[in-house]
């Protein structure tokens, strides 16, 4: 309190931030990246341990036997969806009933906002099959969930297969304590979204779908299983959530732990572990690593099936398996042996899984980095935010002195720029769904956006206004961009950090001084479209498939509608979040810049 | 100054009237930082619901109002959305008079001390101009009408904004100076949550300067002013406790209002310092820091009205900040109210030192709390250490607040005796320096 009560230290540290104010900003900035650089740098993670009791010193023998008969089921699948055409509901429901369980059936329809390109559905409707273990050893009121996606072609009829196979070994089994759902989800997300919406008795999004008929205890957690081919070389572990939501870090632990007890190769973002992080490529690759996680949990989408489970408090992940060309080979057995093991851990629970961390980011496998490592990152990069609304404080409050007339610039001044924005964030948000309804092809976003900033540039420099207003404006846009930011970070941290790595440099250079050109320039290109533009060319890099610039122009758009898409379906809040306040936020500082 | 009163009172009407419509209403309804288990309308409904099959609303564990509110919703409850933008109304009109007031008495007595040549020379710059302060009246309306906090507590039907009018009504009779009205509307304020039975102190203070009866221990005359204050204040409260148990027929109400109230049974979180604290504690020790915690609420009276016994207005802002902070259910409602009073000490901003840090603080808390609160209970990743720090954060920049415009204000007298620019003994300049 000494620092905030003795005058003459106050104001030395005062006029010591104002003077030095741009170079401390400076080197907040590069302290800020060079942080976050060094996260993936093996001597400065956590190895991953389990933090469970429950899940952690109990042994289990995993004996899954029939790999080789899932797979025949598997093909029985295929043809049978083969002939069908889509969910063989039919066969599905004799089979698991033949299995011993108890099988229901749940169908739902959903008309999307506008065609979805990517899959190519736009009047979807399905029916999700479902299959109640019944747990012997304990009262109902715990569950565990194994889902496997009906895909379209080919896709996913092994992951089937495995599942009814597990299923039938379950069934055989006497130490279940927990109901174990087997559950098979047409129309992917869309079809878990109906499915869990239908078990949790909500309905958020306006989906239609008919209410369930069997329920099991309250769901602990859950897997979710893709796999394509008999054999396969690796499984990845797919953890993204929506809103970048993760599961409980012990759930990532639990299939680390089997793969390598078991001996299967295990991959996070398709990447394999290296133990050389001493040599630049090692690093590179865990830099990549978590790159791709950043990337992956600031899309805000679910990045498997599992995603929406997370919602509801449930632990989940998906399990992908994938087949390349290495050496090694892991066949069905194997991986129901793994998925047999997971589950006896998980059927061995107290309580949710709530020990280890929820906010982690990670460079590999068996490495995280955790909340209190990574936002020191993201704090030095809000720090300079704070740094310019002092700096502005102190010039706003000194010169009332000097000159008295016209010093307090009025609150219609400050209000327009805010209104008019915040207005055209609300256009943004609505019209692309608006248009789309009259017009098929691609909203003309670009072209809209570049009228916008015209009329504003236009109208700010018609508008007079005072030397006190923009500072007072941009007081008030840097402060209302460190809380935004602030918070998004809180919530998802890596979209947050990458907004502020784009954002904050904007905010604390731009004044009515600099060269008008230039700047607008460099505001246009750290806008947020083009952090997207960039994100998209930086996330193709980083999975190793660059793109030209004409696809990935095609790509960009079809990511804009992607997450519209998944805001409409899922609620993901990442879409609304860049038009209703980043957007207007970023205009803010336009505004400043065309100050007169 | 009619037009731009009426003009505010429209928007602010407007406004509310517009969010109740809304989806938004629902929401803003169940925020734990917008409704107390007290003043909840939801729990409002549910006594009502009892009282409708004759039974006793306080017979559940749910309805903790005061029985003159359920029987004054038994008669409005189809027009609660009105009652409470009328309470809302009545607060800024109220307080929007006992400032006009309030500045009128304050000018008159510069020009009194001016014209006795009672200031130093040098501190000509803190004489306030009648020009500077003819808006204020208007701001403290809009201060308390358009704050986000009070479009929330209200747009939430919580009960905290009709005790935020019966305490502005009893700010407006004490600095109108009627003895009576005064006490009638503190025994009230006290009747519905307790706390403000601490605004007696500076409406004591406030009534004796205007009457010129000096604060002396040793007359006659302070003496029967306080036994005459304390009687009608005495009197209006056994009138109104005795007219809730005959409305009721029974003592029910007692232990479930204002046991609630002092024993804190409900650890909801909210924006205050109980619930984590007293969720936290062994039940052992949960008596004495219960005391430890109320006498916190009402210990300061006695420190700041020894300190501020000439400026009892500043008292009444003081001590609605502290209730505020220090209460056991606070909501945003209560901050709206002390937050009201932040224009009329804008004289005070030159010597202001924190404003900055508390304002950015106050700023960020109010963005964090949903967000937390979101992480904590729905998504499930943080828990309520997230939430409480916050809480902490919020209640320790409100103090600092607080304590800055208490500073400011003790700063700005001193330089009114000693004159502005302040010499040591050596003649260089000094500094004022707080320890």
């Known amino acids: 309190m000494g620092l905030l009560s003795d005058p003459n230290r106050r104001r030395a540290l005062i006029s010591l931030l104002t003077r030095l104010n741009t170079p401390i900003c400076i080197v907040c900035y590069m302290a800020g990246v060079a942080w976050f650089m060094g996260l993936a740098f093996e001597p400065f993670t956590l190895r991953t341990y389990m933090s469970e009791n429950a899940m952690g010193s109990t042994m289990v023998e995993e004996r899954f036997p029939a790999g080789e008969r899932a797979l025949a089921t598997g093909r029985e699948f295929s043809a049978h969806k083969k002939r069908t055409g889509g969910m063989p509901v039919e066969w599905l429901m004799k089979t698991m009933q033949a299995k011993g369980l108890e099988v229901f059936t749940q169908r739902f329809s959903r008309t999307l906002p506008f065609p979805d390109e990517n899959k190519e559905r736009y009047m979807v409707r399905g029916t999700n099959v479902y299959g109640i273990l019944r747990a012997p050893r304990a009262p109902r009121t715990e569950a565990l969930v194994l889902s496997a996606p009906c895909s379209p072609g080919d896709n996913n009829n092994q992951a089937v297969g495995l599942l009814l196979g597990l299923a039938e070994y379950f069934r055989n089994q006497i130490y279940w304590a927990k109901d174990i759902i087997f559950l098979v989800n047409e129309h992917d997300l869309i079809g878990m979204q109906a499915w869990l919406e239908g078990y949790h008795h909500t309905n958020t999004t306006g989906m239609d779908w008919s209410p369930l008929q069997g329920r099991g205890g309250s769901i602990q957690a859950a897997l979710s299983l893709e796999l394509s081919s008999d054999i396969i070389t690796s499984l990845d572990l797919v953890l993204e959530g929506l809103n970048g939501q993760l599961p409980n870090l012990d759930l990532a632990n639990l299939f680390y732990a089997f793969c390598q007890k078991i001996g299967v190769l295990c991959t996070i973002q398709g990447k394999l572990q290296r133990n050389d992080w001493d040599s630049v490529s090692g690093y590179s690759h865990a830099v990549q690593t978590m790159m791709l996680m950043v990337m992956k949990q600031a899309s805000g989408r679910p990045w498997g099936d599992h995603g929406l489970f997370l919602r509801y408090h449930i632990e989940a992940a998906t399990i992908k398996g994938v087949n390349s060309f290495r050496q090694y080979k892991t066949d069905a057995t194997t991986i129901g042996r793994l998925l047999e093991g997971m589950y006896r851990k998980l059927n061995n629970l107290l309580e949710r899984l709530h020990q280890s961390y929820f906010f982690y980011l990670m460079p590999s496998l068996s490495h995280f980095v955790s909340i209190g490592y990574y936002m020191p990152a993201f704090g030095l990069l809000a720090v300079i935010l704070l740094l310019r609304a002092l700096d502005l404080w102190v010039q706003l409050s000194t010169p009332p002195q000097r000159t008295e007339d016209g010093s307090s610039p009025g609150v219609l001044s400050l209000l327009t720029p805010l209104v008019i924005s915040h207005l055209t964030g609300v256009a943004l948000y609505m019209l692309p769904i608006r248009f789309q309804e009259m017009a098929v092809e691609h909203f003309p976003v670009s072209e809209t956006e570049a009228v916008v900033l015209t009329a504003i540039a236009v109208y700010t420099l018609l508008s007079p206004g005072t030397e006190q207003g923009w500072r007072v404006l941009k007081l008030v846009a840097v402060l209302y961009l460190a809380v935004l930011l602030g918070c998004t970070a809180l919530i998802n941290f890596s979209l947050g950090f990458i907004l502020a790595l784009t954002l904050v440099p904007v905010a604390a250079f731009v004044t009515p001084h600099v060269p008008k050109v230039l700047s607008a320039f460099i505001l246009v290109i750290l806008s947020p479209a083009c952090t997207l533009l960039f994100s998209v060319f930086f996330f193709q890099e980083l999975q190793e498939m660059p793109i030209s610039f004409q696809d990935g122009w095609l790509l960009f758009l079809s990511v804009i509608s992607q997450g519209i898409l998944d805001h409409s379906l899922y609620g993901s809040l990442v879409y609304p979040l860049i038009t209703l306040l980043v957007y207007p936020c970023w205009l803010l500082f336009w505004n400043i810049l065309f100050w007169n | ?435």
């Not at chain 2, 709390?369 to 992480?375: A, D, I, K, T």
């Open chain 2, 1 to 435: 100054m009619a037009a731009p009163l009426t003009l505010l009172l429209l928007v602010a009407v407007t406004v509310r009237a517009a969010l109740f419509r809304s989806s938004l209403s629902e929401l803003i309804s169940e925020r734990v930082e917008v409704v107390s288990p007290l003043t909840a309308w939801k729990r409002v409904i549910e006594g009502l619901a009892l009282l409708d099959l004759g039974v006793s609303p306080y017979s559940g564990d749910v309805f903790h109002e005061t029985p003159l509110t359920i029987y004054l919703f038994h008669f409005l409850v189809d027009y609660a959305e009105v009652t409470f933008m009328l309470a809302d109304v009545i607060t800024a009109v109220a307080l929007y008079m006992a400032v006009k007031d309030y500045n009128k008495q304050v000018f008159r007595k510069q020009k009194f001390a001016l014209e006795a040549d009672r200031y130093p020379l040098d501190c000509l710059e803190l004489i306030r101009s009648p020009k500077e302060m003819y808006y204020i009246p208007l701001k403290v309306a809009m201060f308390y009408l358009l704050n986000p906090f009070t479009i929330l507590s209200c747009v939430a039907k919580s009960t905290c904004g009709l005790n935020n009018a019966i305490i502005a009504l009893f700010i407006l009779s004490t600095i109108k100076g009627n003895v009576l009205l005064s006490a009638i509307f503190l025994s009230l304020a006290t009747y519905q949550s307790i706390y403000p039975l601490t605004l007696c102190a500076p409406a004591l203070l406030y009534l004796m300067q205007r009457q010129y009866i000096p604060v002396n221990f040793r007359r006659a005359s302070f003496w029967w002013f306080i036994v005459q204050y304390a009687f009608m204040y005495l009197g209006s409260l056994f009138v109104i406790i005795c007219l809730s148990f005959f409305l009721l027929g029974s003592w029910d109400y007692l232990p479930s209002v204002y046991g609630f109230i002092l024993s804190v049974p409900d650890l909801t979180p909210n924006i205050g310092l109980f619930w984590y604290f007293f969720a936290e504690m062994f039940e052992h020790f949960r008596l004495f820091f219960l005391c430890v915690f109320q006498i916190n609420v009402f210990f300061y009276t006695i420190p700041l009205s020894i300190k501020l016994k000439e400026h009892p207005v500043f008292l009444i802002f003081m001590q609605l900040a502290v209730i505020s902070i220090f209460k056991s259910y606070p909501t945003v409602g209560d901050i709206s109210l002390y937050m009201a009073f932040l224009p009329v000490w804008s004289h005070l901003h030159r010597f202001l030192r924190n404003i900055f840090l508390v304002s950015c603080v106050l700023l960020a808390c109010s963005a964090l709390f949903p967000v937390l609160w979101h992480l904590w209970i729905y998504a499930g990743s943080a828990n309520s250490n997230f939430y409480y720090a916050i809480t902490l954060l919020f209640n320790v920049a409100q103090i600092l607040l607080v304590s800055d415009y208490f500073y400011a204000f003790l700063r700005r007298e001193h330089h009114l005796t000693y004159g502005l620019y302040l010499k040591r003994k050596d003649g260089s300049e000094a500094t004022l320096v707080l320890k």
